[in-house]
């Protein structure tokens, strides 16, 4: 890095604080250490939906206003984004009304039942939690230290190369004979660890001659970490001292984040070595912010794969764990959350936004700040016509991500009696030693609707949420669950998008069960002990996620996070503030994906509307109080 930037990104520093303080700004929403004693699980039904399925009706909505006032924000949606944002403005002061379009708080930090089980919905391990860090930190202080953390099994995800000889129908009947025969089918397999040496050193054992690359993977993921904070210094910055760094090239020397984020990961791993095999190791969770390695820029993969060096964690009792506790403090300072509320417009006066209203009985709703969770495109469409639609964001290089589909299988048997670790394994079906996840995934998604038959699915992440859980056995004695989770092309499914929930037709429901049901027998060839053990069984598809979490393209991730995305310039586009007075973003689409990714965006654009660095705050506290972990 050039010698000025120091003097430069201290400047700007100075520049964004000046800034920020041409106005009185909000309270310190962090003045002191809320964490308590946690309290034992709740387990009544009854009352945990108290809190996170708060039903909306005109009357409910008066009265609480009569009680407590008018509201000084609305957010839109409640997903971790929307709860980190809307919490800290309560610990601020603020009264807070989130707006939820589903039956319940949380976003893809929810939980449903069916038939006796329980599944969540996007939470399936976090980073960062086993250590006394910011975001640690950050959650303790959220849940006032109710949120509890079960660590997840050290080889927390392994990697799984099915040698796939022909990629084509034939490949189909292996599989079958597998799953006839109670056999696994055979494998190449290699496990990251907690910790980044006990990685590497397991990863020269699976490659003896490729340590010098494995190394420079490594310390590329370090320089990476340092520079992410150019990142995440340009969302803090004002976005004309930002523009003008960019347009400059001055940019380049406050960071070299915008360099880095110029190659892609498969740049990135073909610049490193030629053995494909290790490239896909390297690349595997690639699925965990749903870019193909070829579109993905390497510093996104390397925030991911830092974010778990360290080790990975769980809620314990499941993500709905995240509103239950969270959304307490929002109504402790006058604020209030509504469930099947849904947000139909965004109304605006003189070019500003001034309110909301709702999709259910015209209701329209008025606060100074309007607070969008719902994503960027989501969002430009929920804005009149006679205002801009976010033009500057959404022709910025940002496209929709990838759909996805998830099955979701509930098992007659226990974690112990499966053998069911807490643990993840991302499956591939690949040519041994020609392995190119590039190739196998895109000709996948390229297939047409009625082609589920041309060869298996060729990524699969596995999981077993019943043995992360260590309240599971409590909860569901003598059953256990299983997750798969795999991309999926909206246009399979897009024809049936205007139809009602429940009632989509046999053609969808047979093209639903045809790419369950291979994904299924997949998953029992690597694990025949689930034979015969399903007790309940669905599948969810980018519709799917479009009428329940409001994925506008049944994406998992939001915006698609390629390259363009993450050019200094898109950057510096998507940001809380909008060019609509009044109307703000928050979430993963401002920051990046993910519980944290997501989360940060909430804490950014609470930063903006409360025109104080709540993250310094935060640190500042964090430095005064005892550690999350003790030592």
């Excluded at 190369?161 to 109670?182: C, F, M, P, Y």
């Excluded at 089918?185 to 397991?202: A, D, H, K, N, Y």
């Excluded at 929002?330 to 849904?342: I, L, N, Q, S, T």
């Excluded at 909430?602 to 430095?623: F, M, Q, T």
Aim: charged share 25%; with cysteine; aromatic share 10%.
């Amino acid at each position: 890095m050039d010698s000025a930037a120091p003097f430069i990104g201290t400047g700007l520093a100075a520049v964004g604080l000046a800034y920020m303080m041409r106005s009185k700004p909000s309270s310190n929403p962090f003045p002191s250490d809320t964490r308590t004693n946690p309290k034992a699980f709740e387990h009544d039904r009854d009352v945990r939906n108290a809190t996170i399925k708060p039903g909306y009706s005109a009357k409910k909505l008066e009265k609480h206003v009569a009680a407590n006032g008018d509201f000084d924000a609305i957010i839109i949606g409640s997903g971790i984004g929307s709860m980190t944002c809307a919490t800290i403005m309560a610990k601020a002061g603020k009264k807070v009304l989130v707006l939820e379009q589903h039956d319940q708080l949380g976003g893809c930090c929810h939980s449903f039942y069916e038939k006796g089980f329980e599944f969540d919905t996007g939470v399936h391990y976090i980073g960062e939690m086993r250590n006394n860090t910011a975001i640690r930190f950050l959650f303790d202080q959220l849940t006032n230290g109710q949120l509890q953390w079960s660590d997840v099994a050290d080889d927390y995800d392994t990697v799984v190369l099915v040698d796939d000889e022909n990629q084509d129908a034939n490949s189909l009947k292996t599989i079958d004979q597998h799953v006839k025969n109670g056999t696994t089918l055979p494998s190449f397999q290699c496990s990251m660890l907690s910790g980044r040496e006990r990685t590497i050193v397991e990863l020269v054992k699976k490659f003896p001659s490729e340590e010098k690359a494995i190394r420079k993977y490594y310390d590329l993921l370090t320089e990476v970490r340092k520079a992410m904070l150019g990142f995440v210094g340009i969302k803090f910055m004002p976005k004309w001292a930002a523009s003008m760094l960019i347009k400059t090239g001055l940019v380049n020397k406050y960071t070299n984040y915008f360099k880095l984020a110029e190659k892609s990961l498969t740049q990135v791993l073909d610049e490193l070595t030629d053995n494909k095999t290790l490239k896909a190791v390297l690349a595997y969770n690639f699925g965990d912010y749903g870019t193909l390695p070829k579109d993905a820029p390497f510093v996104m993969h390397a925030v991911l794969v830092n974010h778990f060096l360290n080790g990975v964690s769980y809620p314990i009792g499941g993500s709905s764990e995240f509103a239950y506790h969270m959304f307490p403090t929002v109504e402790a300072a006058g604020g209030k959350a509504f469930v099947r509320a849904e947000v139909d417009e965004i109304v605006c006066k003189n070019g500003a936004a001034v309110g909301v209203r709702l999709k259910k009985d015209g209701t329209v709703i008025k606060a100074p700040m309007i607070i969008s969770n719902a994503g960027l495109y989501n969002t430009a469409e929920l804005l009149p016509p006679t205002v801009s639609p976010l033009k500057n964001m959404t022709e910025s290089g940002v496209q929709n991500g990838v759909g996805g589909i998830s099955v979701y299988v509930g098992l007659n048997k226990s974690n112990a009696a499966l053998n069911l670790k807490g643990k993840h394994f991302w499956a591939f079906w690949t040519k041994k030693g020609q392995e190119d996840l590039d190739g196998v995934c895109q000709k996948y998604v390229d297939r047409g609707g009625n082609e589920m038959d041309d060869g298996p699915v060729p990524l699969l992440f596995i999981s077993f949420p019943s043995a992360k859980d260590p309240l599971w056995d409590e909860k569901h004695p003598g059953k256990a669950s299983a997750t798969i989770v795999s991309f999926c092309n909206y246009d399979w499914f897009g024809e049936w998008e205007g139809e009602r929930v429940m009632h989509r037709g046999e053609g969808y429901e047979k093209r639903k069960k045809a790419i369950g049901e291979l994904i299924w027998k997949q998953t029992v060839a690597l694990f025949p002990q689930l034979r015969d053990c399903v007790e309940f069984f669905d599948v969810g598809t980018p519709v799917t996620n479009k009428y329940y979490i409001r994925a506008h393209k049944g994406e998992m991730y939001g915006l698609d996070h390629n390259k363009e995305r993450f050019t200094a310039e898109a950057t510096n586009e998507l940001r809380p503030e909008t060019d609509i007075p009044n109307l703000y973003l928050c979430g993963q689409d401002i920051f990046n994906c993910g519980i944290a990714g997501a989360a940060f965006g909430g804490l950014l654009c609470a930063s903006k509307v409360l025109n104080r660095n709540v993250y310094a705050d935060l640190v500042d506290l964090k430095k005064k109080s005892p550690p999350s972990i003790p030592k």
